[in-house]
């Protein structure tokens, strides 16, 4: 009855184990005062008279359900304490807070509770503050208030193997959540008037409604074709051992590739190989990736070791990896999307890492066929940016030839080589258009001559030339570059198109390698950003349209600049309509904003 009176409650579960989707309730830890009231836009606000973190007191509730064994304590049944709660929790009058809500969200969905609407988490708002800080509970409450809370291994004792509270009783337990409650609580009360306004509307307009977005993604998961991958690792495994042989053969004897030490001493003892630095720890050579690429006109041994590692990771993170992760529940993969780990606000994947995933070679792509749609009635449909970030990069400039070719829908990696080589656009060719691809990403990410140089086959002399070319072509994306740099070292950060910033410490550092990783990184970032912040805007439009519509189609996954949706086949065309329409977002941009979309029996086919 308290709750339900309340204006505003903050929760934290505490559970069985941290799978959002494999986990049970141990119990609910609620908080709650007359601090934080809604405003008329159901926006958080703070009391004028506890605008500090002091004022008034913070009342906490521990409701225990799922405490193990005869020493857990008094308990409620589970399922009553869920249907009870149920109206509290959804009721929209009742703003909500939590610490990483998605995880909240994620397991009440696996007992049919809604968790709604979110009005403040304060990891979001650490993120949008300083990406670059550590947004965990513990971290932020320690960084601000110097208040150090109790860690999980001192209730349940570190000795123990099980790591969840349900096997803690009922009164240690009840000290710790209401705690981890009355904390988050504490924080939304300190966050919530330091907020600008840029940083409201990207925490109450992107980032909030964004958070369910994900948690429905999350929760729909993708299907994927077992059988598939189970005869991919087969193959895998026979070309693994054909590398195996042929690696041996040039060594002259068997060894364990996977070895740092005993690959350092056929490299660089047996074969004499020239050496490229020390490891870290200086126990030898360095036989990393970076290193061996380095080496790969030295012996022809160094293509196949690559080779062999490439596959040995894709076969074990991936093709063996994937079917791990298979949810028991319904046999679906739910990969985890993080807002709080890229300081650029790009999302970032867990569980499994699909950014990660190498989509240029043709193995790695295959990866992508085993995720498929979930019943034979259904596609796959993926919508990709076209050169978002390029695009961008006009946008930003107001560079008239970079405009000028997105205008005329021109290939703009030909565009930029026929820019440089001074001739017409017809009359590029493929190794020139290499040119100016190498040269448009060595621009946007701020590469230096010499790993540009490295890149294009040619002297670090020949690579500063043909960027002061790029340069004399497009002078206003100099000026951007040149004003860009100029204010991050006057202020300290950049900002996106959405005033989303990132900070830099070391623009004016003294060393010149300190600084350059810092101002590369300056420039990037509000490209990075903006793309960022446009996706997950269009994130948002397209979960509203989809529901707004009554479709079955369902956003799946996220992936750099792409989204994959599960379509019905008898929707396909709707889809494409609303999804080309969430993702161009009314063309905010001085240059067109082109969506690629692609239907399939499964991902690859689709992309």
Known sequence: NELSQQEVLCLDLETSGLDQFDCDIVGYAFAWSDRIKLDENKR????????????????????????????????????????????????????????????????????????????????????????????????????????????????????????????????????????????????AAYYIPLLDDTQKNLLYDMEIPL????????????????????????????????????????????FNISSTQQLQRVLFEELNLKTQGKTAKKTGFSTDAAALESLKNEHPIIDKILEYRHLSKLRSTYVDGFPKLVNR?????????????????????????????????????????????????????????????LRLLAHMSGDETLIDAFEKNQDIHARTA???FDVPLDSVTSQMRGVGKTMNFALVYQQGDYRTGIDLGVSTQEAKQFR???????????????????????TGYVTTLWGRRRYFRYLNDRNANIRGQDERAAFNAPLQGSAADLMK???????????????????????????????????????????????????????????????????MEAH
């Open 44 to 187: 958080p606000a703070v009391a004028r008279e506890h605008a500090t973190i002091d004022g008034s007191v913070i009342q906490t509730a521990y409701i225990p359900v799922g405490h193990s064994g005869i020493i857990g304590g008094p308990q409620l049944d589970a399922r009553t304490v869920a249907d009870r709660l149920q109206p509290i929790l959804a009721n929209p009058s009742i703003g909500k807070i939590a610490q990483n809500a998605k995880f909240e969200m994620n397991v009440l969905s696996q007992q049919g509770l809604q968790f709604a609407p979110l009005c403040f988490d304060p990891m979001l708002a650490s993120y949008i503050l300083n990406p670059d800080e550590k947004h965990g509970l513990k971290e932020q409450v320690e960084r601000l208030f110097g208040y150090q809370m109790l860690r999980i291994t001192e209730v349940i004792g570190s000795g123990r193997k099980q790591t969840t509270m349900g096997f803690v009783p009922v009164d240690k337990a009840a000290v710790y959540a209401a705690d981890d409650a009355r904390m988050t609580y504490q924080l």
């Open 211 to 254: 958070t369910a977005v994900l948690a429905r993604m999350e929760q729909n998961g993708v299907a994927l074709d077992l059988p598939y991958l189970k005869a991919f690792s087969e193959e895998l495994v026979c070309e693994i051992a054909r590398l195996e042989g042929e690696v041996f053969e040039l060594a002259g004897h068997p």
């Open 329 to 389: 529940r319904d046999g679906r993969l739910h990969g985890t999307f993080n807002q709080t780990v890229a300081a650029t606000g790009r999302l970032s994947s867990t569980n499994p890492n699909l950014q990660n995933i190498p989509i240029k070679t043709d193995i790695g792509r295959r990866i992508r066929k085993a995720f498929v749609p979930g019943d034979k009635d259904s596609v796959l449909l993926s919508a990709d940016y076209s050169q978002i970030e």
């Open 537 to 603: 805007l269009a994130m948002i439009r397209l979960d509203k349209t989809l529901k707004e519509k009554n479709m079955k189609s369902r956003l799946i996954l996220q992936v750099h600049d792409e989204l994959v949706l599960e379509v019905p086949k008898e929707e396909i065309a709707a889809a494409r309509e609303v999804v080309a329409d969430a993702m161009q977002m009314d063309q905010p941009l001085k240059v067109p904003l082109v969506v690629d979309i692609g239907v399939g029996s499964n991902w």
């Open 468 to 490: 002061d070319k790029y340069f004399s072509r497009y002078p206003k994306v100099r000026e951007l570059v040149n004003e860009t740099l100029a204010k991050a070292r006057e």
């Open 418 to 420: 026929g820019e440089i």
